[in-house]
C-alpha cells in the first residue's frame, strides 16, 4: 500500500524568508506522480506542483521548487520569499499512473508571519 | 470558465437524515472523484466515477453511502441516516482523463456536512 507521510504538522516562517516542508511516501511501483496542494481557509484545494517520478530535474513553479529524492521517497517543498497568502495547509499527495486513488499526507499547517 | 462547483457550501442535517452532496465538474471533464476530510486530516479517496458508471468505490463505506453521475445533471454523493461520524468536508474534483497521476485533479470548494 502507498502511504504518505508529513512528519511536521506545524511551521511558521518570517516574511520574505525561504521555507521547507519534508513529505515522505512508500511505494513499490517506479512510475508514480507526486503533488502539493495548497489549502487557505477558503478551503479550496489549489494545486501547487507536479513532480513525475520519472523526470530526475526537480519540478518549480515561480516561488515554489521541490526536492525529490527518488531513492529516499523523499518529496520536499521550499517556498522562497514567503508571502502572507502563503498561510495555508500544504498536503503532499502520491498518485501512481493508473491508480483513481490519489493519497494525502496529513498536512502542514504553515504561518507567514509578518 | 467555471471550475468545479459543489453545492451546497455548508449542509447541516441531524441524525437520521439524509444528506445530498452535489458536484458539477470543470466543463470537459468526464471523470469525477469524491475524498472527504475529517478534521484536521488529509482527504480520503471514496468513489470515482465516470458518466453512468462507477468505476472504483473502494473507499466508500459499505452502508448509507451511495453515489451516483448521470448523463446529464452534476455528480450527487447522498448519505443515508447520517451519524455524527459523518460530518466532514466532502470534496469533489473532476479530470479530463482517468488515472490521476497524469491527468491532475482539479477540486471544488468542497461541502462541510455537520451532523447535529
Known amino acids: 500500500a502507498q502511504t504518505v507521510t508529513q512528519s511536521q504538522p506545524e511551521m511558521s516562517v518570517q516574511e520574505a524568508e525561504t521555507v521547507t516542508l519534508s513529505c515522505t511516501y512508500d511505494?513499490?511501483?517506479?512510475?508514480?506522480?507526486l503533488f502539493w496542494y495548497k489549502q487557505p481557509p477558503s478551503r479550496q484545494m489549489i494545486l501547487v506542483i507536479r513532480?513525475?517520478?520519472?523526470?530526475?530535474q526537480n519540478a518549480t513553479e515561480n516561488r515554489f521548487s521541490v526536492n525529490f529524492q527518488k531513492a529516499a521517497k523523499s518529496f520536499s517543498l521550499k517556498i522562497s520569499d514567503s508571502q502572507l497568502g502563503d498561510t495555508a495547509m500544504y498536503f503532499c499527495?502520491?498518485?501512481?499512473?493508473?491508480?483513481?486513488?490519489?493519497?494525502f499526507g496529513a498536512g502542514t499547517r504553515l504561518t507567514v508571519k509578518p | 470558465n467555471a471550475g468545479v462547483m459543489q453545492n451546497p457550501r455548508h449542509l447541516v442535517r441531524r441524525r437520521g437524515q439524509e444528506a445530498r452532496l452535489r458536484c458539477s465538474p470543470m466543463?470537459?471533464?468526464?471523470?469525477v472523484y469524491w475524498y472527504r476530510q475529517l478534521p484536521e486530516e488529509g482527504l480520503k479517496f471514496m468513489v470515482y466515477?465516470?458518466?453512468?458508471?462507477?468505476?472504483?468505490e473502494s473507499g466508500m463505506p459499505k452502508e448509507r453511502f451511495s453515489a451516483e453521475f448521470p448523463k446529464e445533471g452534476p455528480s450527487i454523493l447522498r448519505i443515508q441516516q447520517v451519524v455524527r461520524g459523518d460530518s466532514a468536508a466532502y470534496f469533489c474534483?473532476?479530470?479530463?482523463?482517468?488515472?490521476?497521476?497524469?491527468?491532475?485533479?482539479?477540486f471544488g470548494n468542497g461541502t462541510r456536512l455537520t451532523v447535529t
Open positions: 499527495a502520491y498518485a501512481y499512473y493508473n491508480n483513481n486513488d490519489m493519497r
Open positions: 466543463k470537459g471533464h468526464s471523470h
Open positions: 513532480q513525475e517520478a520519472y523526470k530526475q
Open positions: 466515477l465516470q458518466k453512468e458508471n462507477i468505476i472504483d
Open positions: 511505494t513499490s511501483e517506479s512510475n508514480y506522480y
Open positions: 474534483a473532476s479530470s479530463t482523463r482517468p488515472g490521476t497521476g497524469d491527468s491532475p485533479l482539479h
